[in-house]
């Protein structure tokens, strides 16, 4: 039942890449633009996780399209004039569409969009920004997350489980809601460790593998032998304790099994709630090249594959009565039987 996500390609790290392009229109005559313009969250490229599903989508559609693009990489403890400066730059110089990955660039896509009518901009997980130039790319992530709690509910030797949240915000309690539901689920009376490692942003709650690691160490000894991450780049560090102690770690974001990053921790990594932020970026810059920009909220959910849970771990696939539990919870909200939770 895996999610129809945007294969990722290797991801490297540096400050920005431009893979040129150029102002030309396409055959058709309908894209003129410089090619797109992509500008990374916290934690940067090579997260395995969030960004690095954004630059997949980045990826395929300059190779699809034969367009150009730049990516550019956020700096420590950055303000939102530096976030402005930069969709600003990508803007000035003919990328379209230009789109910031994560809802910290809302205030930034606000005021960039209306200096520049004509330029197509996208932010993800965030629906604040209602322009007509501006599309709004979310997600149930707690549809995923409830598909997490059915397989860890199922798999747990313990009865007892954990999440660990990077940033104490609405966004990441999405996952927390539909983890908790899910689970409950299965056993009304699970045990569930909950943890967030900080309560803003800028202490690198999406960023430090040191806060994950010993987050995950906290949870794993007080009992837990499932572990949910919905942390970025800090997820690393969940994944590499909970390997470490031989407990399953569940991923976010990306198909993290499938991670050149976390290869020597795969067979730990039970599956991963997908968000298919790489789907979401391409089909942005598919509908601009093609003329037709898409604007307003754009919402992925179960029923259109914008979210899912990745089944690519062998070891998940045996468990037969687990993959069953979560097919049907997929189908059941997919049926509107079950609602999930957001709060």
């Not at 400066?85 to 569409?97: D, I, S, T, V």
Request: with cysteine; proline share 3%.
């Amino acid at each position: 039942m895996t999610a129809a996500v945007v294969a990722l390609a290797a991801a490297g790290c540096g400050t920005s890449k431009d893979s040129g392009g150029s102002t030309s229109s396409d055959s058709s005559g309908k894209y003129t633009g410089k090619g797109i313009g992509l500008a990374y969250d916290i934690g940067g490229k090579g997260d395995q996780s969030f960004n690095d599903a954004a630059y997949a989508g980045f990826q395929k559609a300059e190779t699809e399209f034969k367009i150009g693009g730049r990516d550019i990489e956020p700096q420590d403890g950055e303000s939102n004039a530096d976030k402005v400066q930069r969709l600003e730059q990508l803007a000035k110089a003919g990328y379209n569409p230009v789109i910031g990955v994560g809802f910290v660039y809302a205030p930034a896509v606000k005021e960039v969009a209306a200096k520049y009518p004509k330029v197509t901009f996208g932010i993800i997980d965030d629906e604040q920004d209602k322009a007509s130039n501006v599309a709004d790319m979310v997600f149930h992530e707690e549809q995923a997350s409830y598909l997490a709690g059915v397989a860890a509910a199922k798999t747990t030797k313990k009865d007892h489980i954990g999440f660990i949240g990077g940033v104490n915000i609405p966004l990441i309690h999405k996952f927390e809601a539909g983890f908790v539901q899910g689970a409950k689920s299965v056993n009304p009376k699970i045990q569930i460790e909950k943890q967030y490692l900080t309560e803003t942003a800028q202490e690198g709650g999406f960023s430090s593998p040191d806060k994950g690691k010993d987050a995950a160490a906290g949870q794993i000894e007080a009992g837990a032998d499932v572990l949910y991450h919905a942390a970025g780049l800090s997820g690393q560090g969940v994944i590499s304790e909970a390997a470490g102690k031989k407990v399953w770690a569940i991923g976010v974001d990306s198909d993290q099994y499938s991670q050149a990053a976390l290869a020597k921790y795969k067979d730990y990594i039970l599956g991963s709630a997908l968000k298919n932020v790489g789907g979401a970026v391409y089909d942005l810059v598919k509908s601009v090249y093609e003329g037709k920009p898409k604007t307003g909220v754009v919402r992925g959910g179960l029923a259109n594959d914008g979210v899912g849970f990745a089944d690519t771990n062998p070891k998940y696939k045996a468990m037969t009565d687990v993959v069953a539990a979560v097919d049907k919870a997929k189908q059941d909200i997919i049926d509107s039987k079950i609602t999930v939770n957001t709060k």
